[in-house]
Structures are given as structure tokens and as C-alpha cells.
């Protein structure tokens, strides 16, 4: 706002522009708030991964030592994609296998009442003999 619109003009104007500053302001705390929220779940997921690989690593060496069983499986990587994306992917996945689910039962249902039609059609010309 510039000082002669703050001095010249109506005084609702500048509460419109303060308004306007105050919920800019409140969405940008909210978007950094997430960010930093999300920040926190990588970095914990992070350090559950880093855990469960020392603990099987730690595992596997002390079963070499004493000649026990090894773990062999295998240890999570840092996803490639953010978890927003592969939560995406999945619902698209899930809704994909609904969809062919949906539409294998569309086609068991023709099928079933085309054997239908068909028992029908042979019952006519069987009693038309």
C-alpha cells in the first residue's frame, strides 16, 4: 500500500490490505509448519531404517561369530520419489485392480447370461422338435 493510498483513499482499503497480509502471513506459517512436519517424518523414517539395518548388521556379525543363523533380508533404502507421490501411485495401483475387478465381473455376468440365452434358446428349439 503506498502512502497516498494510506492517506488519500478510503480507510477500508487498508484494512482490506491488512486482512490480505495477515492470512498471507497465516498460510505461509502453515505451509512451513507442514514442511517441517514432513521433514521430521523423513528424518524419522530415516533413522527407523538406519536402526533396523545397524540391528540386522550387528545380527549377521555376531551370528558369523558363533555360527547362528544370518539374516539375508533386505535392508530399506531411501525411497526415490517423496511419500506424496508413491501414495499416489498406490491409490492409482488400488483403484486400477478395482476398476479390472469390476469389469471382470461385468464380463463373468455377460458370460453367465449368455449361457443363459443360449439353455433358453436350445429349450425352444428342443421343444419345437
Not at 502512502?3 to 486482512?19: C, G, H, M, N, V
Not at 497465516?26 to 530415516?46: A, P
Not at 506424496?84 to 485392480?97: F, L
Request: a positive charge; charged letters at 30%.
Amino acid at each position: 500500500m503506498s502512502a497516498e493510498e494510506f492517506w488519500k483513499d478510503d480507510p477500508q482499503l487498508f484494512i482490506s490490505y491488512r486482512t490480505s497480509f495477515v492470512n498471507k502471513k497465516k498460510r505461509e506459517m502453515e505451509e512451513l509448519d507442514y514442511k517441517c512436519w514432513l521433514q521430521g517424518l523423513y528424518v524419522h523414517d530415516g533413522n527407523g531404517k538406519l536402526f533396523t539395518s545397524l540391528k540386522q548388521f550387528i545380527g549377521n556379525l555376531v551370528a558369523s561369530l558363533f555360527k547362528g543363523n544370518k539374516d539375508n533380508s533386505k535392508i530399506d533404502t531411501y525411497p526415490e520419489k517423496p511419500y506424496s507421490e508413491i501414495a499416489k501411485e498406490n491409490e492409482q495401483k488400488q483403484q486400477k485392480e478395482v476398476k479390472q475387478q469390476n469389469y471382470k465381473e461385468f464380463e463373468n455376468s455377460l458370460i453367465y447370461f449368455g449361457t443363459l440365452k443360449q439353455q433358453y434358446l436350445n429349450k425352444i428349439k428342443s421343444k419345437g422338435e
